[in-house]
Structure formats: structure tokens, C-alpha cells
Nanobody, 124 residues
Framework: QVQLVESGGGLVQAGGSLRLSCAASGRDWYNMGWFRRAPGKEREFAAAISWTGGSSRYADSLKGRFTISRDNAKNTAYLQMNSLKPEDTGVYYC???????????????????WGQGTQVIVSS
């Protein structure tokens, strides 16, 4: 069993930055993803990274602004979010699957373990 705990969310003005962290415990973890749910909308894929950190994927709307990374020695993954926009407001969740594939999945159904989420609010 894996436990994931997100942190780093908060209130930021448009154009600002936040770095989200996802701390894992319980056992080795594998490919990892960040997803988000905006108010009144369905959960959507944001970014994913392979278990080695050698491969990452992003939602098209986030490329160039968000960066996913991981530090396996610390069992922690990160999502650096720059140039934030009001439409980035939402709850951000990290998740990990049971695969160690070269390319991480973008489908939420591939992820078995989820954190509780951290709130991000971007004011205009």
C-alpha cells in the first residue's frame, strides 16, 4: 500500500508560481502523475513522470509553464507551476500506478493510489 500526501497549494496572484510536493510512503512507487479538478469540471490530466524520471508528459495547455520532477531518494515528486492563470485554479492530486514503464500514462484509470489533494487558487 502506498500513501501519498500533497502539499504546497495556496492562494497566488495570476502570473505567480507555486511548487507542489507529493510525499510517498508505504512501499516503492512507480510512475507518477499529477491531475487536477477545476471547480465544476471533471478531473483532468496535468503531468506525469516515469519512475526513473527519464520521461515526462504534459497536458498541452500546461506545456512550458508546468514542470514535473521527482527525487526518488526522498520519495517525493514535485510540480513546479509558473505563470499561473486563474483557470489553473483547482484541487491538484498526485497519483502513482503499479507500473515501471518507460513512458508514464496520462489516463487516470492507470493510477492505483491517490493523495487527498491540495487546493490551488489563482486570483486575477
Amino acid at each position: 500500500q502506498v500513501q501519498l500526501v500533497e502539499s504546497g497549494g495556496g492562494l497566488v496572484q495570476a502570473g505567480g508560481s507555486l511548487r507542489l510536493s507529493c510525499a510517498a510512503s508505504g512501499r516503492d512507487w512507480y510512475n507518477m502523475g499529477w491531475f487536477r479538478r477545476a471547480p465544476g469540471k471533471e478531473r483532468e490530466f496535468a503531468a506525469a513522470i516515469s519512475w526513473t524520471g527519464g520521461s515526462s508528459r504534459y497536458a498541452d495547455s500546461l506545456k512550458g509553464r508546468f514542470t514535473i520532477s521527482r527525487d526518488n531518494a526522498k520519495n517525493t515528486a514535485y510540480l513546479q507551476m509558473n505563470s499561473l492563470k486563474p483557470e489553473d485554479t483547482g484541487v491538484y492530486y498526485c497519483a502513482t500506478d503499479t507500473a515501471r514503464t518507460a513512458v508514464p500514462a496520462i489516463n487516470a484509470g492507470m493510477y492505483a493510489y491517490w493523495g487527498q489533494g491540495t487546493q490551488v487558487i489563482v486570483s486575477s
